[in-house]
């Protein structure tokens, strides 16, 4: 079920047993207002949490404001201070974004996007198209509910509307707030193919990330965020739980790598042999501080290949030994 008021400028998202509500606030945003059980809504929603939120249109700070707002797709260098949802660089440089509401749309159905599995057909969907002010970006929302399910099915679809190029350097898929800061994050710890520990560690303030630099899952960490198998005793059962395309989880790490590097190359091509000598003593000090941690990561993988059948050329190529 998805309704929109018109008066009020707020979309009503419904499941089998949640609602998501958000609104285009009097400052032209996509504002996120509500996620969980069930509810009848009213205006009195938006008045009492959202309104105190939203940056006002006549407030000469006005940019400022929005690095507390709840947005749907964040932009970049203009008020807001959090991570930012995607970072459009235009062929001047210049990166900053802000991301308005344009237009949206109600239709029957999934989007088929080109590429990237969808987990089931049917529904409905709003598709939302913001645009930012700065460039010629053009970001369009899609958000997919059904009647007879608790998935909430989000992705963002980014266009160049204008006749220059530009790059593209970060893109999120979506943005989503969490109800409050009462939540624990879960991932699936283990080794090869037994990513099934699960470790809870509280949310708590600044950046978690959970991902894979292989370009596929890790055995080390599985790049999801699962909820838990049981609840503990004496803990509630809320969860939201996001599930995304691994490999463009493990895409962003590697892309954020090789800019460090790319980066890092530049101070390397200008640095005398002095420094340089200083930072290789400074890898092979670490080297030797860790050995102990190496090679016990390293027994780990070649059981796991020498399980899983792996040629004695090969097993013996992936061997760490005191002498290697």
């Known amino acids: 079920m998805i309704k929109y008021e018109q008066k009020a400028r707020v979309f009503i998202l419904g ?5 998501y509500v958000m609104r285009v606030n009097a400052a032209g945003y996509l504002q996120f207002v509500y996620y969980g059980a069930k509810i009848d809504y009213s205006p009195s929603l938006t008045a009492a949490y959202a309104d105190t939120l939203a940056p006002k249109p006549d407030d000469f700070n006005m940019n400022m404001a929005l690095d507390c707002m709840p947005s749907e797709y964040g932009g970049f260098g203009r008020g807001d201070f959090r991570a930012p949802s995607a970072v459009v660089v235009q ?3 210049f990166c900053a974004s802000e991301f308005a509401y344009a237009s949206h749309e109600i239709k029957d159905g999934a989007p088929a996007l080109d590429g990237m599995p969808h987990v089931r057909r049917g529904g409905k969907t709003l598709s939302v198209t913001l645009k930012d002010k700065i460039s010629d970006a053009e970001i369009t929302l899609n958000y997919t509910v059904f009647d007879d399910s608790d998935i909430l099915v989000k992705n963002a679809v980014i266009k160049n509307a204008g006749a220059d190029a530009f790059e593209l350097r970060k893109a999120f898929s979506f943005c989503t707030e969490l109800p409050d800061s009462a939540f624990d994050i879960m991932r699936l710890h283990g080794r090869w193919a037994n990513e ?18 292989r370009g596929a899952s890790s055995p080390g960490t599985s790049p999801a965020i699962p909820s838990p198998l049981e609840i503990p005793a004496g803990r509630c059962g809320r969860t939201v739980r996001p599930c995304c395309d691994k490999g463009g989880i493990a895409m962003t790490a590697l892309q954020r790598q090789g800019q460090a590097a790319k980066a890092a190359s530049y101070a390397l091509a200008t640095a005398g042999t002095a420094k340089k000598k200083e930072a290789l003593e400074a890898i092979a000090r670490v080297l030797t501080e860790r050995r102990d941690l190496w090679l016990a990561a390293n027994a780990e993988d070649v059981a796991a290949a020498r399980e899983s059948g792996m040629a004695p050329a090969m097993l013996d190529r992936l061997t760490l030994t005191e002498e290697r």
């Open 15 to 19: 499941g089998k047993s949640f609602d």
């Open 91 to 93: 062929k001047d440089g």
């Open 196 to 213: 099934r520990i699960p470790e809870a560690t509280p949310i708590g303030h600044g950046t978690v990330r959970v991902e894979s630099a």
